[in-house]
């Protein structure tokens, strides 16, 4: 949070005064945190930032369950297993060789956070998400006796068996705690507002983690919270 404002007083030249919300998705945890800050321009013109946590809600290793299976890692075991059933080289029930599924993992892990990847992703999802969910296009390969290709489709399958679910639990978790803020704040001294205005400056949300920059994610998260393509929510702090 200190770091989005920092970014805000940077490419606005003011200090942040409002609400962030900060989504924090990784490999075994999805942490999410509504923080209230408040920044002033200190006597050497720099900007000064206090920051309190209002509340939280998540999955994962942090969080209550303790278990890795709500977070990126799962989603990629996944992945790669309806890889593997949907080629033909698993039969239900067969377990795969341990040192071929390492490397398909690793390799998968690889391709998700290239960059090249990451930006097709986000362009076919732009296009039509109900598209890509059928999708048959190889995205990229992955290796288990020979070449695997991944396609929108069996990306989609994975996630929303794995992670759709998870994240729309605690999406809807943070929001009820977000309603309980909008008419008052800290000691009853500012309200966090309409936090569903796309042209509010009081409320800014952050994606962060290795996850959050998954297409996938993004799009559920804006769907959640009905983002627009000029929504001041996601501006300025990045």
């Not at 999805?30 to 013109?45: N, P, Q």
């Not at 097709?120 to 296009?137: N, R």
């Not at 996850?211 to 996601?234: N, W």
Request: proline fraction near 2%; include cysteine.
């Amino acid at each position: 949070a200190a770091y989005f404002a920092y970014n805000y007083n940077r490419d606005t030249g003011n200090p942040y005064n409002g609400y962030i919300l900060i989504i924090d998705y990784g490999g075994g945890t999805l942490d999410i945190t509504l923080t209230d800050v408040k920044s002033d321009i200190g006597a050497d013109g720099t900007a000064e930032t206090q920051i309190q946590i209002m509340d939280s809600v998540g999955a994962g290793e942090n969080q209550k369950d303790g278990q890795v299976g709500d977070a990126a890692i799962a989603f990629m075991e996944e992945l790669c297993l309806i890889a593997l059933k949907s080629s033909g080289r698993l039969e239900e029930g067969q377990e795969p060789d341990r040192i071929k599924f390492k490397k398909m993992f690793g390799q998968l892990e690889n391709k998700l956070l290239a960059g090249n990847t990451i930006d097709e992703i986000e362009f076919q999802l732009a296009m039509s998400s109900e598209a890509f969910a059928k999708s048959d296009d190889i995205l990229f390969k992955i290796p288990y006796d020979g070449a695997i290709g991944i396609t929108g489709r069996l990306l989609y399958e994975a996630y929303q068996k794995v992670i759709q679910p998870v994240l729309d639990e605690q999406l809807d978790a943070i929001i009820e705690i977000v309603e309980r803020w909008k008419d008052f704040g800290d000691h009853k001294t500012r309200g966090l507002g309409n936090y569903t205005d796309p042209k509010t400056e009081n409320f800014k949300i952050a994606l962060v983690g290795g996850f959050g920059s998954f297409g996938l994610v993004k799009e559920q998260v804006r769907q959640k919270f009905g983002f627009s393509g000029t929504d001041r929510r996601k501006y300025d702090i990045s």
